[in-house]
């Protein structure tokens, strides 16, 4: 017991603290996967012109929890390497792991083969629901090598430059997710995703789609190719 501690008090306090230890151990166990949402982002792909780049999200849906069945899922850009029957294409054993079949928001940033390719291999051959990117450059390159790709898909195709064009309104003006999504179908109402560059008057790099991701206190930046000019004039629009 306690110095001071009258006897039978302190047993009580002590059998209280255990009791209230299970208690806070059975909470965490068993309702952890229940608390308030939460995002994953993997970086599939990265670093090196020979893999390119590749980002994976999972977004919680309307009930704000992962692993279930409302989960939205995000791919931008796809890699370098499209051929399934070469060992070192990743995408496609890291989307069969996951048990993915449906790609529900497929991102190209910018037409160059080390973004693109990986993103022709996932639309031959599993369902793209939607497909976005800066504009038409980016739709000739996903057809470059099948011109009906994107047809035959039949997935619903959203440029940035048709924003623009039909709202009379900035780049940055756009939403593609969140509150205040006004492009597209909305990817999760609570997650934020705003378009920070997209210049279809460009070419290469600097065609690069820039995304900013806000979900509670965490923002995701995924800028594709962008270079020093893009980033600057982000830093002094947005």
């Known amino acids: 017991p306690l110095k001071g501690c009258p006897q039978g008090w302190c047993n009580n306090w002590s059998s209280l603290m255990k009791k209230g230890f299970f208690i806070v151990l059975f909470f965490f166990i068993f309702f952890t996967p229940y608390l308030s949402g939460y995002i994953r982002v993997y970086y599939v792909l990265y670093g090196n012109s020979t893999l390119g780049d590749c980002i994976y999200i999972e977004l919680p849906g309307n009930d704000g929890k ?3 069945s409302d989960d939205v899922n995000v791919i931008i850009d796809g890699g370098h390497i499209s051929d399934r029957s070469n060992p070192e294409l990743y995408l496609d054993d890291f989307l069969n792991s996951k048990g993915i079949k449906t ?12 973004h ?3 993103l022709k291999m996932i639309m031959d051959n599993y369902v793209v629901e939607n497909f976005y990117c800066t ?3 980016e739709v000739d390159e996903m057809n470059s090598d099948n011109s009906n790709r ?12 048709d924003f623009v064009n039909s709202t009379g309104k900035v780049v940055y003006d756009c939403y593609l997710s969140g509150p205040k999504c006004n492009y597209g179908p909305n990817w999760d109402n609570n997650v934020e995703v705003r378009v920070l560059s997209a210049d279809d ?8 789609l820039v995304l900013k991701l806000f ?3 965490s923002s995701f930046y995924f800028g594709g190719d962008a270079e020093g000019l893009q980033e600057s004039n982000i830093m002094v629009t947005t």
């Open 215 to 217: 979900y509670g206190k």
């Open 150 to 161: 994107i047809s035959n898909e039949g997935c619903s195709v959203w440029k940035i430059s």
């Open 103 to 114: 790609i529900n928001h497929m991102v190209l940033t910018h037409p160059d083969d080390d």
């Open 66 to 68: 992962l692993d279930t």
């Open 116 to 118: 693109s390719n990986g």
């Open 201 to 208: 008057s460009a070419t290469g790099n600097a065609r690069s």
């Open 135 to 137: 504009g038409q450059t």
